[in-house]
């Protein structure tokens, strides 16, 4: 693909903007970067702060804990972070710098602050509204649709920003809809390396620490470890091992950055952590890494564009058939094992439910990079799953689109239910 192609350039910006670094599960700091900004915007320490936030962000905060807070969890410990010791200006890394004496404070403050939490009157999927207040002065920030798209800052009766909220492609916005997995495997293997060997190798960096951390300490459920311990060290399981570990790190308070893909740290460590170790256990050159991450991402950004970003289907899935890709390539170095090993792999796991970001996302994953393997082994080994096989059609576009449909579409009455559930209605 030639470096004048506009597809060219829109992977490249699609991959500037998706790849970016977050400390800590991106919906409670969505909630504490729209607080840090409310404080921001307020001039000074709240004693009012109020939270209304969609469903799906209620389901993703309940039960993680918030980095920074001395083990808290939840929307309440989200916000005060942010609006105590948030840096307004550092995006998804609005709590990443928290100084130990403003830890501290945490739990003094909490106490002699109101905090409200209530559910959002909104359609959107991805909805915050932080409302903050001391004496006579309100501030109020709106997130919409993404974790850190203010879409409205206003101070008493004066709006200080607005823009309008917009379901369809933005102004400025690359054009995701211009992916396809032929696109995306042509753009791979000749894209200049030079125009995204920063990114990538932050993501190696940033995702391999974090591993290594959830292998090395006690974290959640240590399904990490628990694989390697229970089924050895063979390289199916440290492909799921390294991803899962990564997870349970990230997911039960640990202090460092990810690299993210489609707004999630799970998923930017699923797509790359497995292709990371099987490239270490093939001898892959540095360059066949970058090419198979390339592969691995934009696949997972395909496939996630139809499903939104939050939803009732695991987003892990989406990325275990990304790395599957991924893996298959450095393997084979063929297209049609790729595609294959997509719609294989997506056969296999699709359905399993998102019930919010907690320790068991470390299990999903590790089932999720469990069906990328086997969809490129299945191929690898003569077998493939054929149009009319339930949701599987021919041609691995169509198979993607439907995909996306079950996700979007058909699980949304099960989005409902699952975050009734998580609330007690």
């Given at each position: 693909m030639e470096k004048s192609n506009k597809t060219y350039k829109a992977y490249i910006e699609i991959l500037k903007r998706e790849l970016v670094p977050a400390m800590g599960c991106t919906e409670p700091i969505a909630i504490a970067y729209c607080a840090a900004k409310a404080r921001e915007a307020l001039g000074g320490l709240p004693d009012h702060i109020t939270v209304a936030a969609s469903g799906n962000i209620i389901k993703n905060v309940k039960s993680v804990i918030v980095p920074n807070t001395n083990g808290r969890k939840g929307i309440e410990a989200a916000a005060a972070i942010g609006v105590l010791a948030g840096d307004a200006n550092a995006a998804l890394e609005v709590i990443a710098h928290v100084k130990p004496e403003e830890k501290e404070k945490l739990g003094n403050y909490m106490d002699n602050t109101t905090i409200t939490v209530e559910a959002a009157q909104s359609d959107h999927v991805l909805d915050i509204i932080v409302t903050v207040s001391r004496g006579n002065d309100t501030a109020q920030v709106q997130v919409v649709n993404e974790h850190t798209n203010i879409v409205k800052i206003r101070k008493n009766d004066t709006i200080l920003f607005e823009k309008e909220i917009i379901d369809t492609v933005e102004t400025g916005k690359p054009d995701y809809e211009c992916m396809t997995i032929e696109d995306i495997f042509d753009f791979a293997m000749t894209c200049d390396l030079d125009?995204?060997?920063?990114?990538?190798?932050?993501?190696?960096?940033?995702?391999?620490?974090?591993?290594?951390?959830?292998?090395?300490?006690?974290?959640?459920?240590?399904?990490?470890?628990?694989?390697?311990?229970?089924?050895?060290?063979?390289?199916?399981?440290r492909a799921r091992a390294r991803a899962a570990a990564g997870s349970d790190a990230r997911m039960n308070g640990c202090e460092m950055p990810v690299v993210i893909n489609s707004g999630s740290g799970n998923q930017g460590m699923t797509v790359s952590l497995p292709v990371i170790e099987y490239a270490k256990e093939l001898g892959s050159t540095q360059e066949e890494l970058y090419r198979a991450l390339l592969?691995?991402?934009?696949?997972?950004?395909h496939e996630k564009e139809g499903i939104g970003r939050l939803s009732a289907y695991c987003g892990a899935i989406s990325a275990g058939a990304g790395a599957g890709a991924g893996i298959a390539w450095l393997c084979s170095k063929d297209y049609e094992t790729v595609i294959h090993t997509i719609v294989n792999a997506l056969a296999i796991t699709s359905g399993i439910v998102c019930d919010g970001a907690k320790a068991s996302c470390a299990a999903k994953i590790s089932a999720a990079v469990d069906a990328g393997i086997m969809g490129f082994e299945m191929y690898r080994n003569g077998q493939q799953f054929y149009g009319g096989d339930g949701l599987v059609l021919k041609g691995v576009e169509n198979t993607i689109r439907n995909i996306s449909r079950l996700g979007r579409i058909g699980m949304k009455e099960t989005d409902k239910e699952i975050i009734k559930m998580m609330i007690g209605q």
């Open positions: 125009d995204v060997k920063e990114l990538l190798d932050r993501q190696i960096k940033y995702n391999t620490a974090i591993s290594d951390e959830g292998l090395k300490n006690d974290y959640g459920a240590n399904i990490g470890k628990t694989l390697l311990k229970a089924y050895g060290n063979d390289i199916h399981i592969l691995s991402n934009l696949v997972t950004l």
